[in-house]
């Protein structure tokens, strides 16, 4: 019951962080370009693909290939992001979101290779 969750909280925090960057918000757009100089285009298909993780994620009650499926997406972008974050100057401070979310996920994931 805890790993669902810990899914469905992973979930709701990459949607609710991917809704701008799909919608192309000018905000979002902005932070991307000078920020991490990534364009509006790649923002947005990052932001796609952080949905489709979540949705995996939302859908880990059904079967734990799901959860292993939006780990892996999501973990491919959290890792990204990360990585972004400490290069572009922003340090531990600006990565550590990123950093937990990537923990838990590291974490739901193994779980999911237990026998139960």
Do not use: C, W
């Not at 757009?29 to 790649?42: A, L, M």
């Not at 340090?91 to 139960?116: E, P, Q, S, W, Y």
């Amino acid at each position: 019951m805890l790993g669902h969750m810990s899914n469905g909280y992973v979930g709701k925090e990459v949607l609710k962080s991917s809704l701008p960057k799909v919608r192309g918000d000018e905000q979002a757009t902005q932070q991307f370009e000078e920020g991490f100089n990534i364009s509006k285009k790649t923002m947005k298909i990052v932001g796609i693909f952080e949905i489709i993780g979540s949705l995996f994620l939302f859908m880990s009650v059904f079967s734990k290939k799901f959860v292993r499926i939006g780990t892996v997406i999501l973990n491919v972008i959290l890792g990204v992001a990360i990585y972004k974050h400490l290069t572009s100057g922003h340090g531990f401070k600006g990565a550590k979101h990123a950093m937990n979310l990537f923990g838990i996920n590291v974490l739901n994931f193994i779980d999911t290779f237990r026998k139960k």
